[in-house]
C-alpha cells in the first residue's frame, strides 16, 4: 500500500497568495483528516470529513481556509490569502471504520511544509 | 474537556537500555483510545502503539509497550532495548470513540524528545 500521499512536500510562497495542499488518503479508508503543526500550538485537527462529508470543522480559520473532498480518493485544503501565521507543517491522515471503532487508526502522510514570507 | 500532558519535554537513554515515556490524560468519555507516535527529524508521524480503554491487557508491538493505568489515568510508552534510531521525539494522543455524537478526532501531547546516546 501507498500509504497517504500529499502534495507539495515543500511550499514556499508569499503573503497573500492562494495556497492548495493536496492529499490522496489510504485507498478504502472512509475517514480523512486535516491536521497543522507549529511549535507553539502543537499538532491541531483542522478538519475532517467520513465519506466525503464534512463532519467537524470547528478547527479551521473559515474566512480564509476551505476544505474540500470531492471523491473518496482526494482532498484539498486551500487558503486563500495566505498569512505568515499560516506557516506550518500541514498532514493529512486517514482511517477507516473498522468492526471495532476504538481501533481505527489515523495513519498519517508526509506532511506539507508550509512557509508564507 | 479532553487533555493530553507529557511532562517530559525531553529525555536521555543510552542504547540498549529501556526508557519510559509518560502520558496522562483526562476524560469524562468511558470509551476512549490511547495512541503514541513518533515522528523523527524526517517529519513523518509514525503510528506505533494503540490501547483501548476496555483493553484488559496492556499493548505491545515489538520493542514497544504501553503501561496502561487506568485508575491513575495514565498510558505510559515503555520502549526496551533502546536503538540510535529510536531518537525522535513522541507524541501521545488520545480518541474519543465514534458514536454518540463524539467526532473521533485525536488530540494530541506536546510531544517528548528522547536521544538515545551510543
Known amino acids: 500500500d501507498a500509504g497517504v500521499i500529499q502534495s507539495p512536500r515543500h511550499e514556499v510562497t508569499e503573503m497573500g497568495q492562494e495556497v492548495t495542499l493536496r492529499c490522496k488518503p489510504i485507498?478504502?479508508?472512509?475517514?480523512l483528516f486535516w491536521y497543522r503543526q507549529t511549535m507553539m500550538q502543537g499538532l491541531e485537527l483542522l478538519v475532517y470529513?467520513?465519506?466525503?462529508?464534512?463532519?467537524?470543522d470547528s478547527g479551521m480559520p473559515k474566512d480564509r481556509f476551505s476544505a474540500k473532498m470531492p471523491n473518496a480518493s482526494f482532498s484539498t485544503l486551500k487558503i486563500q490569502p495566505s498569512e505568515p501565521r499560516d506557516s506550518a507543517v500541514y498532514f493529512c491522515?486517514?482511517?477507516?471504520?473498522?468492526?471495532?471503532?476504538?481501533?481505527?487508526?489515523?495513519?498519517f502522510g508526509p506532511g506539507t511544509r508550509l512557509t508564507v514570507l | 474537556a479532553q487533555k493530553i500532558t507529557q511532562t517530559q519535554p525531553g529525555m536521555f537513554v543510552q542504547e540498549k537500555e529501556a526508557v519510559t515515556l509518560d502520558c496522562t490524560y483526562d476524560?469524562?468519555?468511558?470509551?476512549?483510545?490511547l495512541f503514541w507516535y513518533k515522528q523523527p527529524s524526517s517529519g513523518e508521524m509514525i503510528f506505533l502503539i494503540y490501547q483501548g480503554s476496555y483493553d484488559q491487557q496492556n499493548a505491545t508491538e515489538g520493542r514497544y509497550s504501553l503501561n496502561f493505568q487506568k485508575a491513575r489515568k495514565s498510558a505510559n510508552l515503555v520502549i526496551s532495548a533502546s536503538q540510535l534510531g529510536d531518537s525522535a521525539m513522541y507524541f501521545c494522543?488520545?480518541?474519543?470513540?465514534f458514536g454518540s455524537g463524539n467526532t473521533g478526532k485525536l488530540i494530541f501531547g506536546q510531544g517528548t524528545t528522547l536521544q538515545v546516546k551510543p
Open positions: 485507498s478504502g479508508h472512509d475517514y
Open positions: 494522543a488520545m480518541r474519543e470513540e
Open positions: 476524560t469524562s468519555d468511558p470509551s476512549y483510545g
Open positions: 491522515a486517514s482511517s477507516s471504520t473498522g468492526t471495532r471503532p476504538s481501533t481505527d487508526t489515523q495513519y
Open positions: 470529513f467520513n465519506n466525503k462529508a464534512v463532519m467537524d
